[in-house]
Each structure stands twice: as structure tokens, then as C-alpha cells.
């Protein structure tokens, strides 16, 4: 899509006048207003993924397509099964509609098999809100990568720049959408709909500016990776036991 420089100008005047009104992050994002206690500057929000506990049932992907109406043949979130031959080899990597289903049972019982959640890395320096022209992704002051679909010109610029390939153009908004890390529930002292239904806790919300968060002692022990580090993101989403393999 070509944006032209009236465009532009129209669209930031639009943008101006909001913020002169004072609109509020739950207005732009759609969420409920927090509650009294919530204080964004309070917290830093990301997500720690264990590997080894994922059991590639789906109850994550099935409670983020209910939860936040995603159409359908369309994820938020999703999750991959590696099987791992030959080390020496790339892996064979599959989701099948996106795991929403589940995985059929492997026929292969003498391969390195392991599972891996997928989503918005709500990363701190974000690739997609550099190239927005118009300013519609943004990072919340408490660390959620959000998108304003008001101002959302369906460009797909964000599409293409994200590294994790968790961006998509929704077929009847023709605006872009992805995981919020469930801003409307998180706000209101509740954990995402995925972390709730994981049956095996291989999904948690952390807040990096809570000091009582298990996060800082697990990144202090234990082997913590995210993905793709070379693009130097600086993704909110933490994985324990990512094998070198995941891409």
C-alpha cells in the first residue's frame, strides 16, 4: 500500500488531537480501564515458556482464539513440534492449524521430539513499532506491544519487519493484529488465557519490575534463552531448556 505525504499529515493530525483530548491506553487498546490498585509504571510484562513442560496439547492456542475472537485460520499464539534426526540436519518442524487440535501421535519413536509455544516476543526494542509510518504499534508504559487499529493503515510494513512471524492482517478488519499478552486481562490482576489453561504450567506471566517474581531467580540459576537473540530485540519472552535447534 502507498501512503502519501497528505496521508501522513492527515493521519498524525488525527493522532495530535487524540492525545490533546486526552485519550486514555484503554480507549486506543479497547481494554476495560485497570483497576485502582494497577499503576503501569509499576510493571514490566513478558512471558517465561518451559520447554520441557509443554505437552503440545493445543489448550493454549484454543483459549487465545476464545478469549480474543481470532478468526479462524488465524493465531495469536501457536505451537511447533521439532523432531530432530540427525543433529547434523535440520529439523523437521510442524503445526498443523496451528496446533489449535493438538498434534497426532508421532510414528517415529527413535527421534529427538520436543515441542515449542509460539507468540509476540513484546520485545523492548521492537522492529515493528520503527517501521510503523503512523504510529499505530506502540509499546504500552507497561512493556506490552500493543496496535491501535484506529490509526492502522493495513501497510503489513510490521508483518514484514517482525522477526518472529506473529503478525497477521485480520480478513475483516484489514487492520493488523496479534497477541496483546491479554492487556485487558493482565490490567485487571488476571494472568493471559494461555498461561491459565496451560494444564502444565509451561506458560508464565512474569513482570520484571516485580521483585517477588520467580522470573529473577530463574534467570539468575537456570538456562533461559530467547529466540533469534541475534536480532537484538530484546524479547520479553523467556524460554527454559530451548534447544539449539529452534529457529
Not at 529427538?112 to 526494542?125: G, I, M, Q, R, T
Not at 529466540?227 to 524479547?235: C, E, G, S
Amino acid at each position: 500500500m502507498d501512503i502519501s505525504r497528505r496521508d501522513l499529515f492527515q493521519i498524525g493530525g488525527k493522532i495530535l488531537v487524540l492525545a490533546s483530548v486526552g485519550a486514555t491506553l484503554e480507549q486506543i487498546t479497547g481494554a476495560a480501564p485497570p483497576g485502582e490498585a494497577y499503576r503501569m509504571a509499576d510493571h514490566w510484562w513478558g512471558m517465561l515458556i518451559d520447554i520441557e513442560k509443554c505437552i503440545g496439547c493445543g489448550n493454549c492456542v484454543r483459549a487465545c482464539s476464545k478469549e480474543n475472537n481470532v478468526p479462524q485460520g488465524y493465531f495469536r499464539t501457536w505451537v511447533e513440534r521439532y523432531e530432530i534426526e540427525d543433529e547434523a540436519k535440520p529439523p523437521r518442524v510442524e503445526s498443523p492449524n496451528g496446533a489449535i487440535d493438538g498434534f497426532p501421535p508421532s510414528t517415529r519413536t527413535d527421534l529427538k521430539s520436543f515441542f515449542v509455544p509460539k507468540l509476540c516476543n513484546h520485545c523492548a526494542d521492537s522492529p515493528c513499532v520503527q517501521v510503523c509510518p503512523v504510529g499505530a504499534t506502540f509499546v504500552s508504559p507497561d512493556g506490552v506491544v500493543l496496535v491501535d487499529q484506529t490509526y492502522c493503515l493495513g501497510c503489513r510494513y510490521c508483518v514484514q519487519a517482525c522477526p518472529y512471524g506473529c503478525r497477521y492482517l485480520h480478513p475483516e478488519t484489514n487492520t493488523v493484529d496479534k497477541c496483546t499478552l491479554c492487556y485487558h486481562r493482565i490490567t485487571q490482576g488476571l494472568t493471559t488465557a494461555c498461561c491459565e489453561n496451560c494444564p502444565t504450567g509451561a506458560r508464565q506471566l512474569v513482570d520484571f519490575k516485580n521483585p517477588q517474581d520467580p522470573i529473577h531467580e530463574i534467570l539468575r540459576t537456570q538456562m533461559v534463552q530467547v529466540l533469534k537473540p541475534y536480532m537484538a530485540t530484546r524479547a520479553k519472552v523467556y524460554y527454559e531448556n530451548l534447544d539449539g535447534a529452534v529457529r
